[in-house]
C-alpha cells in the first residue's frame, strides 16, 4: 500500500489543463500522477469503483478533446524510462509516459531507434500510438506498427499483459485506442539498429513532384513535401540512411531551422492574420524564400523539428492511389475561394497496417494535412477541404481535429464494431469515456455499452467531432 505522503503526492486538485494548439481546455477535479505501475492500478481501480470518470493525458499535442475530463486526470509523468532491453530480440520496454526525444536518446544510447517517427518529438510514446501518430515512408507503417506487447490497465484496476500471441484481439483493439480501452502502462517496441540520415529539402515545381511522385515514395526512405497554396512550388524533403557523420557545420541548418523557418514564418502568420487579403502574397514570399539545405544526424533528431509557431491542424488518410486526384481538387478549391491561409498543405506518404483503429488499416496510404495559424478561423476552409476527403474515403487522423461521428466512421474502419465490442468488455460502465468519445465512438449509455458487450454494436451520429 503506499503511504499517505505518497498519495498526496499521487493525487491533488486539478488546475486547468490545456492542449499545445489552445483548442481544448479543462479543469479536471483531481490530478492523479502515479509513480509506479501498481499505484497507477490501485488508483485507475478506486476511480472505477467509485464509478468515476478518467482521462489520461499524454503531452496535450492532440488538437481533439481527447483528453478533456472535469473528473479525474491521470498524468504519466513520473512513469518515463526504458525498464528492459533485449538486444539481441531488438525489443526495448518503456513506460508509456516516455516522451519521445527522451526515448530516442536512452535508445541511441544502446546502439538502437525506432524505425520511424513523425516531425515533432514531444510526444509521449502511448500518447503517440494511441491516435495512430506516423511519419513519411512508404516502408514504414505509423507507430503503433512497432508496438509487439502492451500493458494496460483496465478499469477494474487489472493489468492486462497484451500481445499477439497472449491475446491478439484485443491486441489489435488497444494497438491504437484513443485511450478508450484503458491506460497503456508501458510498452514493448520492436527497434532497429541506431541510423544515420541524410535530410535534404529543396524547392520543386508542384508539377514535377506529382510526375515523380511514385519514383521518389520509392527511392527515398522518407519522402514528403510541403505545397503552397497560391503557388506552384513546394518544399521537398528527401531523407535517406548514410554512413557520413553527423554533421557539425549544422550550425546553419539549426539557424535557418530554428530562427530563420519559424520567426519568419511566425511574422508571416502575424500579417497574415492582421490582414487575412495578404494571404495569398505571404504564400508567395514563403515558397521563394524555401532554401535547399543538407543536414546529417541520428535519426530520432533529423526527424524532429521544431514548431514555434502554433496552428490548428486537421489531417487525413487516403487511400495512396487518390492521392494526386485529391491534391488536383485541393488547388482548385483554394484557389476558387481564396480562402486567408498561409500555411503549407502537408503530404507524406505511408505503409498499410493491420490495427483496427489505424488510419492506414489495410490500405498503404498517403495523408494530406492543411493547417491555419491560431487565432485565424480555419472552419470554412478545413470544411472545404474535408468534404474532398470525404470522396476519396478519407479517415480522419485521431488527433486532429475532424468533424465525422460513429456512423460515417463505421463504414471507413472494417473492424469498427469489433473495437467497440471489445471496448464494452473492458470497460462496461464508461470509466475511460468524455463526452466527446461517446459521440465519436457512438456509445450512448451504459446499456449500449452492454449490448455492444453481446456483438450487436450501435452507432449514432450527432454533433462535430472538432472543439
Ligand atoms: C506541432 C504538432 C506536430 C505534430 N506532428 C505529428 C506528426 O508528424 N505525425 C502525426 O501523426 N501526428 C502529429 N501530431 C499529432 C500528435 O502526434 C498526436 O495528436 C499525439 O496523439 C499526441 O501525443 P501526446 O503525447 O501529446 O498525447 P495527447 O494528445 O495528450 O493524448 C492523445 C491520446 O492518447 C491517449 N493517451 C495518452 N497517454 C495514454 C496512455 N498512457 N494510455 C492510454 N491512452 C493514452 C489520450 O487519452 C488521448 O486519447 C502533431 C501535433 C502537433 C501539435
Not at 437 to 446: E, N
Request: charged share 20%; aromatic share 10%; hydrophobic share 40%.
Amino acid at each position: 500500500m503506499a503511504d499517505a505522503t505518497t498519495q498526496a503526492k499521487t493525487r491533488r486538485r486539478g488546475g486547468r489543463w490545456r492542449n499545445w494548439s489552445g483548442s481544448v481546455s479543462c479543469a479536471p477535479r483531481e490530478v492523479i500522477a502515479p509513480r509506479s505501475v501498481d499505484e497507477l492500478a490501485r488508483a485507475v481501480g478506486a476511480v472505477g469503483r467509485a464509478g468515476r470518470r478518467l482521462r489520461v493525458a499524454g503531452s496535450g499535442h492532440s488538437f481533439t478533446p481527447l483528453v478533456q475530463t472535469d473528473d479525474a486526470l491521470l498524468r504519466m509523468d513520473h512513469l518515463s524510462g526504458i525498464t528492459s532491453f533485449d538486444a539481441e530480440r531488438g525489443l526495448v520496454t518503456v513506460l508509456g509516459g516516455t516522451p519521445l526525444k527522451l526515448l530516442g536518446d536512452a535508445l541511441l544510447e544502446r546502439g538502437v531507434a525506432q524505425e520511424n517517427l513523425g516531425d515533432i518529438d514531444v510526444q509521449t510514446i502511448t500518447g503517440a500510438i494511441s491516435t495512430g501518430t506516423h511519419g513519411t515512408g512508404v516502408r514504414f507503417g505509423n507507430l503503433a506498427t512497432q508496438v509487439a506487447a502492451l500493458t494496460l490497465v483496465t478499469a477494474a484496476g487489472e493489468t492486462l499483459e497484451l500481445s499477439p500471441e497472449r491475446d491478439p484481439e484485443t491486441f489489435k483493439a488497444a494497438q491504437v485506442s484513443l485511450g478508450a480501452l484503458g491506460v497503456l502502462a508501458s510498452v514493448t517496441l520492436r527497434v532497429v539498429p541506431a541510423k544515420r540520415l541524410r535530410y535534404q529539402t529543396r524547392r520543386e515545381r508542384i508539377e514535377s513532384l506529382i510526375e515523380h511522385l511514385e519514383q521518389y515514395k520509392a527511392e527515398n526512405s522518407h519522402f514528403e513535401f510541403f505545397w503552397f497554396p497560391y503557388t506552384q512550388w513546394a518544399q521537398a524533403k528527401f531523407t535517406n540512411e548514410t554512413d557520413a557523420q553527423p554533421a557539425s557545420a549544422n550550425l546553419w541548418t539549426e539557424f535557418n531551422r530554428v530562427v530563420l523557418e519559424n520567426g519568419v514564418f511566425w511574422a508571416f502568420s502575424e500579417a497574415s492574420r492582421l490582414a487575412p487579403a495578404l494571404s495569398p502574397a505571404i504564400c508567395k514570399a514563403s515558397a521563394w524564400g524555401i532554401a535547399s539545405t543538407t543536414a546529417v544526424d541520428y535519426s530520432h533528431r533529423l526527424y524532429a523539428t521544431p514548431r514555434e509557431v502554433r496552428f490548428q491542424e486537421m489531417e487525413y488518410n487516403l487511400p495512396a492511389q487518390h492521392f494526386a486526384a485529391a491534391m488536383a481538387e485541393i488547388e482548385q478549391v483554394i484557389s476558387r475561394e481564396r480562402f486567408a491561409v498561409n500555411f503549407p498543405v502537408e503530404c507524406r506518404f505511408v505503409k498499410g497496417d493491420d490495427i483496427w483503429l489505424s488510419p492506414a488499416y489495410q490500405r498503404d496510404s498517403a495523408y494530406i494535412a492543411v493547417h491555419m495559424y491560431q487565432g485565424m478561423p480555419y472552419r470554412t476552409y478545413f470544411d472545404a477541404i474535408e468534404e474532398i476527403f470525404q470522396r476519396y474515403e478519407g479517415r480522419p487522423h485521431w488527433g486532429k481535429m475532424h468533424t465525422l461521428t460513429a456512423v460515417t466512421l463505421a463504414t471507413r474502419y472494417p473492424r469498427w464494431n469489433d473495437f467497440l465490442r471489445v471496448r464494452a468488455a473492458l470497460d462496461p460502465h464508461g470509466v475511460f469515456l468524455n463526452d466527446y468519445l461517446r459521440r465519436l465512438l457512438g456509445v450512448g449509455d451504459v446499456a449500449t455499452a452492454a449490448s455492444q458487450a453481446s456483438g450487436q454494436a450501435s452507432a449514432v451520429d450527432g454533433a462535430t467531432g472538432a472543439p
